[in-house]
């Protein structure tokens, strides 16, 4: 068994504060490329104050040999998360004290894909309740400055249904996890600009489609994981003031319903949606749940259809456009 | 901190999460350990396997006493596949100690609150747990503070 260091822990002596989803994150790595990388993706924000919100280390080991990033393992007890890709890349978040801590091998330095792909969402997903970041399983998508949330169960659409929203004129914020929190300037929504994800029957819906190849995902499964704006020439956005709030559900009939949904049902939809946290962190699901009672103040609907996607689109469209 | 509060973090049990990272798995044995260099453990797992590996490793059983134990918080991960044995790779963070044997084997001794935690694939044999895996957890929580070299000298050269 080979020991890669005994806790001798290299000078991180490149610091740089990062802006992502709201939030100020102090960045401290030994590494002069990845700090410019991640400085130029996520450049510090003016109306953020100066303290950091998480501090987060990476520690580049050069000593570290290439290799396919594999399949991530996630492991957490009480305040401690862990994240495993193989031997080479090792992340541990530490929820009560805002710290996420990691070794990554040198060539994932330049990896820019990896890094607002994979990592950043994450860290914003596994400590976003912490810092007051409600991580939703949520799509979001934009228009006229008024952002609409579409949530459902795995499978119930959200990702042709916001594809196909994008080619109808919103822009696409997120099809599958919707970062929200509460500013000075109410309730807002990030996206990570992750590329979205569909199945490969989504092919009969986007021909575009066809000119990708679907590639193993991280959960495993093969998906078709592109960049909106390249594959489909959509608009994409990466914040917004949410103003509706759509609960999806399929319907065997050809035909497309809106319900009012109560307050109360958005918050027990959403509650349980969300990760199940330990006693010890009260205060971060605390946090999580104020949010969500704001976004249950939202106009809720929930939306029953049986459409095709881009017909499903249309009637949200001029749903909105009336109401 | 109100007791509804904790109650409500504690009972939203959903269908729809699952506990994905193995955060509520039950750890039904639970045994006080003196570790060969005098300190007092409170083992936590769902392998009894542990317990005598422990032993093996130099740990003894003990009455818990009037001192406050370390937690160990051991979890066997029997769902995950196993994989193989990576290299050990460490972080320190402020509090912490992280150590990681590749993927999804991995723990962290937190200082500050004298607890480990840890999740152990299949691939961890008796052999790492008694050569490597229970002098590191050892030396680590015995010495929590220490900031260079906690590595015990039985996990070097070996192959």
């Known amino acids: 068994m080979i020991v890669r260091n005994n806790f001798a822990e290299p000078q991180l002596e490149h610091e740089a504060v990062l802006s992502i989803a709201g939030k100020n994150f102090g960045l401290r790595t030994n590494s002069d490329v990845l700090s410019v990388l991640l400085t130029r993706a996520y ?10 919100d998480v501090i987060f280390d990476v520690r580049v080991d050069n000593a570290t040999e290439k290799c396919e990033l594999p399949t991530p393992c996630f492991r957490g007890t009480e305040h401690l998360v862990f994240a495993t890709f193989g031997s080479r890349t090792f992340f541990t978040f530490d929820l009560l004290r805002n710290y996420v801590a990691g070794v990554v091998p040198s060539d994932r330095t330049h990896d820019r894909a990896f890094w607002q792909r994979v990592i950043i969402p994450i860290v914003i997903g596994v400590l976003g309740s912490s810092v007051g970041i409600a991580p939703l399983h949520c799509a979001c998508l934009v228009r006229k400055s008024e952002g609409i949330m579409i949530s459902g169960l795995s499978g119930a659409g959200k990702s042709t249904l916001s594809v196909a929203l994008a080619q109808c004129g919103f822009n696409l914020l997120s099809d599958d996890w919707t970062y929200v929190t509460q500013l000075s300037s109410g309730l807002t929504a990030f996206g990570l600009s992750v590329p979205v994800k569909l199945l490969p029957d989504a092919t009969q819906f986007f021909p575009d489609l066809n000119h990708f190849s679907p590639t193993s995902s991280l959960n495993g499964e093969l998906a078709y994981e592109v960049n909106a704006s390249e594959a489909f020439h959509v608009g994409q ?32 939809w959403l509650e349980q949606s969300a990760e199940r946290l330990p006693r010890r962190l009260i205060a971060a699901h605390n946090r999580r749940r104020t949010i969500i ?17 881009h017909d499903s689109a249309q009637a949200i469209k001029d749903f909105c456009e009336s109401h | 901190m109100s007791r509804t509060n904790l109650a409500l973090a504690e009972e939203t049990v959903s269908l729809l999460t699952p506990d994905l990272l193995g955060r509520f798995a039950p750890t039904p044995y639970k045994v006080y350990l003196k570790t060969s260099s005098g300190l007092l453990a409170l083992m936590e797992t769902n392998d009894c396997m542990l317990i005598s590996q422990a032993r093996l490793a130099g740990c003894r059983l003990v009455r818990g006493g009037s001192t ?10 029997w769902k995950r596949p196993a994989h193989p044995i990576g290299a050990i790779t460490s972080l320190r963070s402020n509090n912490c100690f992280h150590v990681s044997l ?3 084997t991995s723990f962290s001794v937190d200082s500050e609150f004298k607890e480990a935690f840890g999740f152990l694939g299949l691939e961890v044999t008796q052999a790492v747990m008694v050569r490597h895996i229970f002098p590191l957890l050892s030396s680590l ?9 906690l590595a015990s000298p039985a996990m070097e050269n070996r192959t």
Do not use: M
């Open chain 2, 141 to 149: 929580s015995l010495c929590a503070s220490y900031p260079l070299n």
């Open chain 1, 293 to 309: 009672h704001e976004i249950a103040k939202l106009q809720s609907f929930v939306f029953e259809t049986g459409l095709s996607p």
């Open chain 1, 237 to 268: 956005a990466t914040t917004c003031t949410p103003r509706r709030f759509f609960l999806l559900q399929r319907s065997s009939e050809p035909v497309s319903l809106f319900r009012p949904l109560s307050s109360r049902d958005v918050s027990n």
């Open chain 1, 43 to 52: 450049p510090r924000e003016g109306f953020l104050g100066s303290a950091s």
């Open chain 2, 102 to 104: 590749g993927c999804g």
């Open chain 2, 68 to 77: 406050l134990p370390f937690r160990w918080r051991l979890l066997r991960d």
